[in-house]
């Protein structure tokens, strides 16, 4: 008989990753016991952190940073296990440098100001070392130079400050003290005020700010605010208008916003909230629709749109059953009692005409109006 051979020995299946092998290595150190180290070579001490999930226990720990959302997640269970992960990563662009088409890797330094003149960037010298007192000096030469720019700055940080704070006193929005500021730093670069008061420009510039911004305010109103004359503060929004008319950038083609007249319309929002009408938003909206149809009374032409709105709101408040006194509409609004009593004697007389069936079917009852 022949002899049979004996089958080939089948080899035992292999890991299929590297961190596979990595485990069944650890596994075989683990049954076997730990080998003895050369003697040829010193005992050191492993200083390896690990940082392993402590619900999956995973070796090698399975870990994923999440920059987008700056967290560090664990794979297999999806446990937050840190929060704020710094990204250190390269950045290679900066936003800055796109017109020149640089590549500028450099991601530090504040923004410049456009506000402001110069760059804007500063370097101190301490006297510790030993160059400190030559590199002093020749930082003393650069800052003569730019001294003008600096004291031109620290008078435009001033004129900032005071637009802020009286923007913040008439609760205007920030765009429209952003848009005072620039105004400003337009009249500044151009010289156009030379001798005027920095209170007057001041004034001015908030002035047609608000109106670009359809926010206006009355001369009554910057008036009380900056103590400039009514007088001073109509010169100076004659001139700033003209000039940023002639000084529009034509290459753009972005018209300058216009800067009507003080509608009534426009007001009635703003003194019904200094009122604090139960419904203020219903109150104002029949007061400004009031407004427009008053434009039809021949006798309430050339008045005052500020007397107008207060005839408005004291006529609407007593239809629709919250009657204010025109003395308590004419602090909001700034004119006197008999001011608003005899626009609203105009009122009045057409009430059949401007009085419409929404107001009537909202509440509204024509018994309640007063004769006078």
């Known amino acids: 008989m022949a002899a049979t051979m004996p089958p080939p020995p089948v080899p035992a299946p292999g890991p299929s990753s590297s961190s596979e092998a990595f485990i069944a290595a650890q596994t075989a150190n683990l049954i076997e016991g730990p080998k003895e180290a050369p003697k040829d070579q010193p005992w050191e001490q492993n200083l390896n952190e690990i940082y392993q999930c402590p619900d999956c226990r995973e070796f090698p720990p ?5 920059f987008s959302s700056g967290d560090m997640v664990c794979a297999s269970c999806g446990l937050v296990l840190g929060d704020r992960i710094i990204d250190t990563r390269s950045e290679w662009r900066t936003f800055a440098n796109d017109d020149q088409n640089n590549d500028d890797p450099s991601r530090v330094g504040d923004s410049v100001n456009p506000l402001l003149n110069g760059s804007q960037l500063e370097t101190n010298i301490a ?5 400190a007192r030559d590199l002093q000096r020749a930082q003393n030469k650069i800052l003569k130079d730019n001294k003008n ?12 400050r005071e637009i802020s704070t009286y923007c913040d006193a008439m609760n205007i929005a920030k765009t429209v003290q952003d848009a005072a500021k620039h105004i400003f730093k337009m009249t500044d670069d151009a010289k156009l005020f030379k001798g005027k008061s920095q209170e007057v420009i001041i004034a001015g510039c908030i002035f047609i700010a608000c109106r670009q911004n359809n926010v206006p305010r009355t001369f009554r109103e910057v008036f009380a605010l900056t103590k400039v004359p009514k007088k001073e503060i109509g010169r100076t929004f004659k001139m700033l208008e003209k000039f940023l008319q002639d000084n529009a950038p034509k290459e753009t083609g972005v018209p300058v916003p216009q800067t009507s007249s003080t509608n009534a319309t426009e007001l009635c929002a703003r003194y019904c909230a200094g009122l604090r009408f139960s419904n203020n938003h219903l109150m104002a909206r029949i007061s400004s629709e009031l407004c427009e149809a008053s434009s039809s009374v021949e006798d309430l032409a050339g008045r005052s749109p500020l007397s107008v709105a207060a005839a408005c709101i004291y006529m609407v408040s007593h239809l629709m059953g919250e009657g204010k006194t025109s003395k308590s509409i004419a602090s ?11 626009a609203y004697r105009f009122l009045y007389q057409a009430r059949e005409k401007l009085i419409q069936k929404d107001w009537i079917a909202k509440g509204g009852r024509l018994d309640r109006l007063p004769a006078n």
Not at 62 to 66: D, P, S
Not at 127 to 131: H, Y
Not at 149 to 160: C, G, I, P, R, W
């Open 149 to 160: 720019n600096k004291s031109n700055n620290q008078a435009l940080l001033t004129a900032y």
């Open 332 to 342: 909001v609004a700034g004119v006197s009692d008999g001011t608003i009593k005899t």
């Open 62 to 66: 399975n870990l994923i940073e999440e």
């Open 127 to 131: 006297f510790d070392g030993k160059d």
